[in-house]
């Protein structure tokens, strides 16, 4: 007995290193290859909270409705590694909006781009603890193998991957509601120790200190609750309700504790602290901005998108965003919910299966809704969920050929099949490397996200080659971090909100006083106005260098002394046209 203990221990061992040889190398190799248009921000927002935290200034620690507070501690941690002298020079705090960080960074010696793939390893670390967490739950509730397929087959989307590598929320958000999901379920239908309902508690509390966008959690907990309801059948029904609401209390109290502790603005400002979070939160879904801009919380003016529109939308980009290995994974779970035979998922899988999707699609739901919410990244939960679902439904599968093909009830025949189909999952999307994100299948048309600040460090990586290039000064758009990272001259930003505005007297002026204008035409459809520059440009002046990845257009590079005086003439008659 004692030695099957051991050698069980050595397997999953063995599964949890191999694991994580099989997903950190997709994380840590060139991780420092392209700043999205949100990471800057959370870079300075995490050197604001690392300074905050050494000068006991904890009311400084908010960042309105995220609140992102677990990306601002891994920043604030990279710091204090890669540039702890940060916190001793008095220079207070950086609008997150403007590069004078930046500035301060390299003056003193250091570089963003340093902090942010110190910051990227750290998390890196944290994800690969989370998946680790995630496959001992699921090692659980099914086979080994079939936990290691799942969740590898999360880690390894290229959807999922492209965004975990960056230092953005969606990753580590899409993980914590995973956790709070499965903490869940091992409780309620595996072991009633107290250990996997804190960690469910505790696992939504990170989420809600990451996004307060997971507050979907709490339905799909109490739908769960709701159901051990009519489980119980040995007790009375008022034992069953107190059994379910002292669960409830348990797991509720443990995420509030934690949201506590872990958010140092709790410590002195907690009211504060909610509701500029959760009031943010519910103007930018129901009035489509945030309080500083719609004052106040007007329930007459709360209003949602077209729902139905929105979800086909969002499962439209999905699907084509999503491995064929992941659709055949969810078609096949779909036959054990309808099988009697011996080989179908027992209860506790096909409850899992629909709390997963109930957890998927209401996030889906929310961003359909939400106003001005809908980008792909928001439901990344969701195919994390569905991920989960179609490692199942590969196991389940491979339960099922065990009846045709005596050669599968080798352990060590299943068991390569799943590796092989985990070296598949990454084969499809090294060709999208480094981005990932990039990735559709070959039925769809377009990536689901793209223009996210990719090709702008190839177009930092050519203009760095110029003669004399700290004197060069490059006019980007949307620049800040996302090309200055890279750019060892001096860069100035074309602000978005220039354009917006028809503020081409400025961007005129700034073209003029630049050596290079960079612009980034594959935001054209999403961001229509940036055609009010392109279409001066191009069929007039050449650019000097244009930066394509899987045949998309991503950046135009220009030499200034090359744009004719007619393109300025006719950007400044457009600002005559503005006023």
């Not at 590079?557 to 046209?577: H, M, Q």
């Amino acid at each position: 007995m004692k030695n099957n203990m051991t050698q069980s221990k050595r397997n999953t061992f063995a599964l949890v290193l191999l694991l994580l040889a099989l997903i950190l190398p997709s994380w840590l190799i060139q991780n420092d290859r392209v700043i999205n248009v949100d990471e800057p921000r959370w870079m300075i927002r995490g050197a604001n909270f690392y300074y905050a935290l050494a000068h006991l200034e904890f009311e400084n620690t908010i960042y309105e409705y995220h609140p992102g507070v677990t990306n601002m501690w891994i920043v604030g941690t990279a710091m204090h590694f890669y540039f702890p002298e940060y916190r001793g020079f008095g220079q207070g705090y950086f609008d997150a909006l403007k590069p004078k960080f930046e500035e301060f960074m390299r003056n003193n010696g250091k570089e963003a781009l340093d902090l942010a793939r110190y910051s990227r390893f750290i998390h890196a670390g944290v994800l690969a603890v989370l998946v680790v967490t995630a496959f001992f739950l699921l090692r659980l509730l099914v086979d080994a193998n079939t936990a290691l397929f799942s969740a590898a087959l999360v880690s390894l989307s290229p959807f999922f991957l492209g965004h975990s590598r960056l230092m953005n929320l969606e990753g580590m958000l899409s993980l914590f509601v995973l956790l709070s999901i499965l903490g869940m379920q091992v409780y309620l239908n595996h072991e009633r120790k107290p250990l996997y309902l804190i960690l469910s508690g505790l696992a939504f509390a990170l989420s809600q200190l990451t996004k307060s966008s997971s507050i979907v959690v709490v339905g799909v907990v109490v739908g769960m609750l709701f159901v051990e309801l009519f489980k119980q059948s040995e007790k009375n029904v008022a034992a069953r309700i107190l059994d379910v609401l002292k669960i409830f209390m348990i797991w509720f109290a443990s995420a509030a504790l934690a949201y506590f502790i872990l958010w140092p603005g709790m410590w002195v400002a907690p009211q504060r602290m909610l509701s500029e979070v959760y009031g943010n939160a519910f103007s930018y879904a129901f009035q489509g901005a945030r309080l500083e801009v719609t004052q106040e919380l007007e329930p007459d003016s709360f209003g949602f998108e077209s729902g139905f529109e929105g979800i086909l939308h969002f499962l439209g980009a999905w699907a084509s965003s999503t491995t064929p290995i992941t659709w055949f994974g969810l078609a096949f779970i779909i036959f054990p919910f309808f099988s009697r035979d011996n080989y179908a998922l027992k209860a506790p899988l096909k409850s899992l299966v629909v709390y997963l999707t109930a957890i998927g699609g209401l996030f889906i739901v929310m961003f359909s809704l939400a106003k001005g919410r809908d980008s792909q990244h928001y439901i990344l939960s969701s195919y994390v969920a569905f991920d989960v679902i179609a490692g199942l439904g590969w196991g389940y599968a491979l339960m099922q050929a065990k009846k045709f093909w005596v050669p599968l009830h080798r352990t060590y025949v299943s068991f390569g099949i799943l590796i092989v189909l985990i070296f598949v999952q990454i084969g499809i999307g090294l060709p999208y490397a480094p981005y990932y994100f990039n990735y559709k299948n070959p039925l769809a048309m377009e990536p689901a996200t793209f223009g996210y600040g990719e090709g702008y460090s190839e177009a930092a990586d050519y203009l760095a080659q110029k003669p004399n290039v700290h004197e060069l000064q490059v006019y980007v758009y949307s620049g800040l971090g996302t090309f200055s990272y890279f750019f060892p001259g001096e860069t100035l930003v074309l602000k978005r909100v220039f354009v917006l505005d028809g503020d081409f007297i400025t961007i005129v002026r700034e073209t003029r006083e630049s050596d290079y204008l960079v612009l980034y035409p594959i935001v054209r459809e999403k961001q229509p106005e940036v055609k009010k520059i392109l279409s001066e440009l191009e069929g007039v002046v050449e650019p000097e260098k244009v930066i394509t990845i899987n045949g998309l257009e991503y950046v135009q590079i220009y030499k200034v002394t090359d744009i004719p005086e007619s393109v300025y003439e006719a950007l400044l008659k457009k600002a005559k046209e503005t006023q």
